[in-house]
Every structure is written in C-alpha cells, then in structure tokens.
C-alpha cells in the first residue's frame, strides 16, 4: 500500500502527462480545422463521434487561416515534445533514485 501513487507524489510526473494528453487533444483540433478548411458544410474528415476528443472540437467553421493553423501545429508538436522529454527524464531520476538503493 506504501507504493501507491508513489510516482505523483515523488515527482511532477502526473502534471506532465496531463499536459501531454492536453497536447494530443489540441493537435487533433488543429488537424480538424486545417483537414475541414476547404470544405463548405461538410465533414470530410472527423474526429468520431461522442467522446471526450470529439466533444472538444468547436463546432465553429469560419475561414481557416491555414498558415497560422500550420504553425500553431508546429509550436503544440514542439510542446509535446519537450513534455515527453522531460517526463522521460522524470522517470529515468525515479529509476536511478530506486537503483542506488
């Protein structure tokens, strides 16, 4: 029972992996919009319906500034990234912390 939920109260890792689920979330928005953006009143490519993920995506559909699409999805892959690194560091300090014991 001492183990239990050991990791989240040793380490940020819990945060970081909210914020990588967060990161997968928005780049499935922004593939939405820039998929949807040369369609009129039609859905040609759609997260599935019901679901956590698909209720997220505005149902709002203006014009798409793809260039500003693209590069907001350049900068979310850039954030995930870095999340991943760092909670890949995260766990690599557990693991050492455990190994020298």
């Known amino acids: ?3 239990f939920n050991f990791i ?3 380490s940020s890792a819990g945060s970081l992996r909210e ?6 979330l928005r780049h499935k928005q922004i593939a939405d919009r820039v998929a949807n953006a ?3 009143n039609k859905d040609g490519f759609a997260l599935p319906p019901g679901g ?4 997220a995506v505005s149902g ?3 014009p798409v500034d793809t260039e500003q ?3 907001a999805l350049a900068n979310e892959q850039l954030y995930f990234e870095t999340a991943a690194t760092r909670l890949k560091g995260t766990y690599d300090s557990i693991r050492r912390a455990l190994q020298d014991k």
């Open 1 to 3: 029972m001492a183990l």
């Open 8 to 10: 989240n109260r040793v």
């Open 19 to 24: 914020a990588l689920d967060q990161s997968a």
């Open 38 to 40: 040369t369609l009129v």
């Open 52 to 55: 956590t993920a698909a209720a």
């Open 60 to 62: 709002e559909r203006g």
């Open 69 to 71: 699409e693209m590069a």
